[in-house]
């Protein structure tokens, strides 16, 4: 899934990374320092991280609404945060009133989804950058 080919990608807009689990990052946006873009450079610099990756568009979870893909995992050191896994959906703005119908929707049931299978080591949230992420497991 990690393998797809990015030749179709250009490399000058990639952040290349030290934590991911691909030497490159290519993030969704159009901007150089886009939501996705930053999270990317802060999950690569922040100490508690383990590893992570920008989730690609196959990897994805069946909702009633069709499927959905989360942006990102996120692995982080044991003991230095309360989860240790993390499945984040990165937006700009955390109103429900800026997302889509649809795309609210399948980010409620997500969040049902991981809700259920909840081991206390994984959680799943909606974030609009790395500090957001931090104050929600901390």
Known sequence: ?????????????????????????????MAEKSVERRFAEDLDSAAE???YAKLPKGFNIPTP???????????FNEGTVKHIYFIAE??????????RPIEKAKIDCAR????KMNTNT????????????LNKIQ
């Open 90 to 99: 990165t937006k700009g703005s955390m109103s429900s009133i800026d997302l």
């Open 49 to 51: 991280v383990c590893v």
């Open 112 to 115: 049902v989804l991981f809700n």
């Open 1 to 29: 899934m990690f393998t797809a080919d990015k030749s179709s990608q250009s490399f000058d807009k990639a952040f290349k990374a030290q934590k991911h689990v691909q030497d490159y990052v290519f993030t969704d946006g």
């Open 65 to 75: 609404l069709g499927h959905y893909s989360p942006d990102w995992a996120i692995a």
């Open 122 to 133: 994984v959680k799943y949230d909606v974030v609009k950058s790395y500090q957001d992420l």
